[in-house]
């Protein structure tokens, strides 16, 4: 109760300094600081009248998307709604950078894992790339696979990789022996045993990297199209900055953290049915 | 004579190398015949274990030889007549019970049908009924112990080893599945190799006790407990036949916690 209380109380306080706290300058002078200028910041109002009219929801013809679906879908082709090309873009480009990374990552750490001599052989590649920054070879990639979406699924693949394979390969290391010496007992062959005791073993490790997975997933993406791109908010994001429309990249951002929050709570549920063996989570539901 | 299923001679086993070699087991042997239930017991730090893990092919041998049903035990090779069953609990935690129990037979590939057939049976001899669809972290330490001796015995192993599988259970608990395995054995005389320290549980199950000394183990006697079958594990402690077994194997088990304390 207070928790919630609290939660909504801050929001507010939040909202309230942002839309009004300018306001106030003339008379608490250096009590305003000067980052609330809606210069910088806009306004929580404007932003959402901006949000309203690059969603289509409110049409440029006035009226609303939810009564008039065909000047909806009329507004969304327009440059006008470009907002919705550019998210399902920045969406799309995430997913498969996502999927992709993790699939790979799970891959190569399980088989690593599996493998003492292999694991040798990949380390010090492994070390050595993982150390590279690697938004630094963000320009790389795009001279290599074009402005196009390609570029930014292979960004967001080179990030996401690195997090999924390490848990991955810590995960499938960390097995207790004794669980595989049981199932080889019980008749399992090496593949039985990586299919039903590394992998549901390693599982919650390879889950405990999926929320930063797609926070890494994002960043990708993001920074793929800051440098170089035909569509995303990225693009919107770095084009607001050019002309300092900063509505349009506040909209942006507040777009990209519902993304980013939506994401990570339908991973959480889903990791919640596939470990829900484990004590917290059978204790949850 | 029965057959000899287990056949162990001059068994050694030494931990490191060089100047740090540690003798673990030295030189042990000893048959094991068709439905004979041995204890192995002796102070910790004794090898029994580790002489368990050599017969199970766990880990390599350093001397001496190992022959299960006449063939050569090669560490790593499992051999399917022979089942263990773990001191630490390795029940799988990602599966019910009756999936823990079923796993074996799942991997081999039998149908669904008979394969829930069997695991039911197993379950209610277990006295797990109405746990089928309980995840292991749920239960207590003894109920998963017996999903592990079910998740084992399920594979109808002819030869089973035993490292400890009571020993983090209370007393209570302890003489439950002393009672469970006594009735489960009566059935099918399994071959079997049961390490403990615990005397009075090595009296209760089997038909001999091995005593080793301590490090590095050696034999030091070999025991036949003549208490009759079927076994009721509590009231057998009452007889005053098992008082005089007892004594005198604590006696020579004494001696050799002696030598454990002076080190």
Not at chain 1, 248 to 253: F, Q, R, S, Y
Request: hydrophobic share 45%; glycine share 8%.
């Amino acid at each position: 109760m207070i928790i919630h209380f609290g939660r909504w109380g801050l929001l507010a306080l939040i909202l309230a300094t942002w839309q009004w706290g300018w306001n106030l300058k003339p008379t608490l002078g250096w009590l305003v600081p000067t980052v609330l200028d809606p210069y910088f910041v806009s306004k929580p109002s404007i932003i959402y009248n901006r949000f309203l009219e690059l969603s289509c929801l409110s049409l440029p013809k006035g009226g609303w998307a939810f009564t008039d679906w065909s000047g909806f879908t009329a507004c969304v082709g327009s440059p006008k709604g470009s907002l919705w090309t550019h998210t399902l873009a920045t969406l799309r480009n995430t997913f498969w950078g996502f999927l992709v990374g993790v699939t790979s990552g799970v891959s190569v750490g399980l088989l690593l894992g599996r493998s003492e001599t292999l694991a040798k052989i990949f380390e010090p590649y492994i070390v050595a790339f993982n150390s590279l920054p690697r938004v630094a070879l963000v320009p790389l990639i795009i001279i290599m696979f074009g402005l196009g979406d390609m570029s930014k699924v292979i960004t967001a693949l080179t990030l996401v990789f690195f997090v999924v394979f390490f848990n991955t390969f810590e995960g499938t290391r960390s097995v207790d022996r004794d669980l595989v010496n049981a199932a080889r007992f019980l008749g399992a062959s090496n593949w039985q045993v990586t299919w039903t005791v590394y992998v549901p073993s390693a599982l919650a490790w390879v889950f405990a990297s999926l929320s930063p997975a797609i926070s890494f997933a994002l960043i990708g993406v993001i920074v793929g199209e800051f440098i170089g791109s035909e569509r995303g908010l990225g693009k919107v994001i770095i084009e607001a900055e050019a002309q300092l429309q900063i509505a349009d990249m506040m909209v942006a951002l507040v777009v990209l953290m519902t993304i980013g929050v939506s994401l990570v709570l339908v991973f959480r549920s889903v990791e919640r049915r596939l470990l829900r063996w484990q004590r917290h989570h059978a204790e949850r539901t | 004579m029965t057959a000899v299923r287990v056949e162990v001679r001059d068994l050694t086993k030494t931990f490191g190398s060089g100047d740090g070699q540690v003798p673990a087991v030295d030189r042990v042997s000893f048959d094991l015949r068709q439905g004979e239930f041995v204890a192995l017991l002796g102070p910790s730090g004794c090898g029994k274990s580790t002489i368990l893990n050599m017969i199970a092919g766990l880990i390599p041998h350093s001397g001496g030889s190992i022959r299960v049903d006449g063939t050569p035990v090669q560490a790593g090779k499992v051999m399917p007549q022979v089942g263990y069953v773990f001191q630490r609990d390795t029940v799988f935690a990602w599966r019910t019970v009756a999936r823990n129990i079923g796993y074996g037979l799942e991997i081999k590939g039998m149908p669904k049908a008979e394969r829930e057939a069997k695991v039911a049976h197993m379950i209610a001899q277990a006295r797990l009924k109405g746990f089928e669809d309980a995840f292991p972290l749920t239960l207590s330490g003894g109920m998963r112990q017996r999903v592990s001796l079910m998740r084992t015995l399920i594979m109808e192993p002819q030869i089973l080893l035993m490292d400890e599988p009571f020993g983090a259970l209370d007393t209570h608990t302890k003489l439950e599945m002393h009672q469970i395995l006594l009735e489960l054995w009566e059935r099918e005389r399994q071959t079997v190799v049961f390490v403990t320290h615990d005397l009075a549980e090595a009296l209760t199950l089997s038909d001999r006790i091995i005593l080793l000394s301590a490090r590095p183990g050696r034999i030091k006697e070999d025991f036949t407990v003549p208490f009759p079958r079927p076994r009721d594990a509590i009231r057998l402690r009452e007889t005053k036949e098992y008082g005089e077994v007892f004594a005198k194997v604590w006696h020579s088990l004494g001696e050799e916690f002696a030598v454990t304390k002076a080190d």
